[in-house]
């Protein structure tokens, strides 16, 4: 996957067609972000690079509840592939 703002942006379009607001903020995050499960909040540490930035939702995004069918094509297909990045890896 390119590490570019656009794939950046595109994630974060599949987090928040599913009803989960991203924000950036600074903190201690052990892992370099936090969930609010109850209110679907991500916040993600804001000093991390754009790379550091993508592979932490690449992390994140399969291990949420994500409504497939909420998401437009576009997402659809990003989503799946997100899916499949984490598998391969785990």
Not at 56 to 78: A, G, M, R, V, Y
């Amino acid at each position: 996957m390119k590490i570019t703002q656009g794939t950046l942006d595109k994630l974060e379009d599949i987090l928040g067609e599913s009803e989960y607001v991203v924000r950036y903020e600074r903190g201690n995050f052990q892992s370099g972000w936090c969930l609010l499960e109850s209110r679907k909040i991500v916040v993600l540490n804001k000093f991390l690079n754009l790379e550091a930035r993508i592979n932490t939702l690449l992390e994140l995004i399969p291990q949420l509840d994500i409504d497939f069918d909420k998401l437009t094509h576009d997402s659809q297909k990003l989503y799946e592939e997100v899916k499949r990045i984490a598998l391969t890896e785990a």
